[in-house]
T-cell receptor, first 114, second 114 residues
Framework: GESVGLHLPTLSVQEGDNSIINCAYSNSASDYFIWYKQESGKGPQFIIDIRSNMDKRQGQRVTVLLNKTVKHLSLQIAATQPGDSAVYFCAENMYGGSQGNLIFGKGTKLSVKP | KAGVTQTPRYLIKTRGQQVTLSCSPISGHRSVSWYQQTPGQGLQFLFEYFSETQRNKGNFPGRFSGRQFSNSRSEMNVSTLELGDSALYLC?????????????FGSGTRLTVV
């Protein structure tokens, strides 16, 4: 039969507002986390990463927060722009990112209204 | 600096056939990982190659195989294609050891099995 598509959570924000995208990760042994942005027809694009010995990391317009107690990641995008519209994935890794597989979350679709 | 190059971009194959996909990593990167992306299952890790050796493997049947050449280019093969193998196949490259800033993905090969 036909595959049922993933029901992606959707976040709709107004241009200029801040966006917060959340992710629950699965493995308490994971020690490296990445946020990716995927636009239609393209591969995932690296946004920002964080290691488990940190709880916050800032980039240009983006901030990642890590709460290991509840196995939760969030991505904050400041002053969201139409070009930020995409699907956002969190990914986790057990090897400090030096090898091995990335385990991806289901993704969140961000829509930015001009 | 060239990014990760995947060829071909699109493929249509018949059920029962086999297919080979190619990935050229970023120059100097020694690790290549492969992922399958479908609407139903999201992004799933297939395997990782580092210095011509399979270093990690996901939960896919033996019909999915890969290899890596001495120049770090990698190929992925799927034998006895099934309709459910229709997906976007992504490869990602990284230096493969030491601290890193994420994995860089190619744009993928869209495989359709009919």
């Amino acid at each position: 039969g036909e595959s049922v598509g993933l029901h992606l959570p959707t976040l709709s924000v107004q241009e200029g507002d801040n966006s917060i995208i959340n992710c629950a990760y699965s493995n308490s042994a994971s020690d490296y986390f990445i946020w990716y942005k995927q636009e239609s027809g393209k591969g995932p694009q690296f946004i920002i990463d964080i290691r488990s010995n940190m709880d916050k990391r800032q980039g240009q317009r983006v901030t990642v927060l890590l709460n290991k107690t509840v196995k939760h990641l969030s991505l904050q995008i400041a002053a969201t722009q139409p070009g930020d519209s995409a699907v956002y994935f969190c990914a986790e890794n057990m090897y400090g990112g030096s090898q091995g597989n990335l385990i991806f979350g289901k993704g969140t679709k961000l829509s930015v209204k001009p | 600096k060239a990014g990760v190059t995947q060829t071909p971009r699109y493929l249509i194959k018949t059920r029962g056939q086999q297919v080979t996909l190619s990935c050229s990593p970023i120059s100097g990167h020694r690790s290549v990982s492969w992922y399958q992306q479908t609407p139903g299952q999201g992004l799933q890790f297939l395997f990782e190659y580092f210095s011509e050796t399979q270093r990690n493997k996901g939960n896919f049947p033996g019909r999915f195989s890969g290899r890596q050449f001495s120049n770090s280019r990698s190929e992925m093969n799927v034998s006895t294609l099934e309709l459910g193998d229709s997906a976007l196949y992504l490869c990602a490259s990284s230096p493969g050891q030491g601290p890193l800033r994420g994995y860089t993905f190619g744009s993928g090969t869209r495989l359709t099995v009919v």
